[in-house]
């Protein structure tokens, strides 16, 4: 990872009045920042790019290649996947979820999908240290995306599975790394996961699974196979 300054100088630039599409950019790529699990990444733009870079240097991952076939992806007891009736209105939709979660946030970028318990925090909880109540996080979470404008599929090698009627590739997250060293993973040495199907117009999905959740291989794929993008979903940036 490169120096945190070296990153803050990146993303100054020259002082001018930004336009109405450079902030709606700039909030795009921050909420990536905030979500993706891979190494930090420049970021354009405001003083909101600027906090979604500590955030995404306190969560940065990165992914490597599948393993066995078909395991529990935790020691945590296995979950159903159950049909999800709830509202989910714009970029992605989804057709099964674990059961005991929802769709905690649906927006053209991305989608989300937390435990139920994210839907009522207490008057105590900060979202900043609990992440799983911050609809723009993905940590604890699972998060369905479409790749970034600057990806073209997986960089890494994985496991090819059938995702409905399309290709797919399956890969097993690395340890994450932070400046104060490696995240710990969770109980049985889970890391996540990432599923990339490719879609009619040659751009891939992403579902990504936090490390913990508990899903097997093959109800990622089943998971995955229910994932509709709509007209409305939209690419990131970096």
């Not at 290709?167 to 097993?172: A, I, M, P, T, Y």
């Not at 969770?186 to 899903?215: F, H, N, R």
């Amino acid at each position: 990872m490169n120096d945190l300054r070296d990153h803050l100088s990146q993303i100054a630039g020259p002082v001018s009045p930004p336009t109405a599409e450079q902030v709606k950019a700039d909030l795009v790529r921050g909420r990536r920042a905030l979500r993706r699990r891979r190494t930090v990444q420049c970021i354009a733009g405001s003083s909101f790019g600027v906090a979604a870079l500590a955030a995404a240097i306190a969560f940065a991952t990165t992914g490597a290649p599948a393993s066995a076939p078909d395991r529990v992806t935790a020691a945590a007891p296995a979950v159903q996947l159950v049909a999800y009736k709830g509202e989910q209105p714009q970029g992605f939709t989804v057709d099964k979820v674990p059961d005991g979660w929802f769709v905690q946030a649906s927006e053209p970028g991305y989608l989300t999908i937390a435990p139920d318990k994210a839907k009522k925090p207490g008057p105590g909880v900060n979202p900043s240290e609990e992440p799983v109540y911050a609809p723009d996080v993905f940590v604890d979470k699972i998060a369905v995306m479409l790749e970034s404008k600057d990806q073209n599929g997986p960089s890494r090698q994985g496991k090819t599975v059938k995702v409905g009627d399309r290709e797919g590739v399956l890969l097993k997250s690395l340890q994450g790394q932070t400046p104060d060293g490696p995240v710990p993973p969770a109980p049985g040495g889970d890391t996540g996961w990432e599923l990339w199907v490719k879609q009619p117009s040659g751009v891939y999905l992403i579902v990504q699974v936090w490390q913990g959740v508990g899903l097997t291989e093959s109800q990622i794929v089943e998971l995955g196979a229910g994932v509709h993008v709509h007209k409305d979903a939209v690419q990131g940036v970096g």
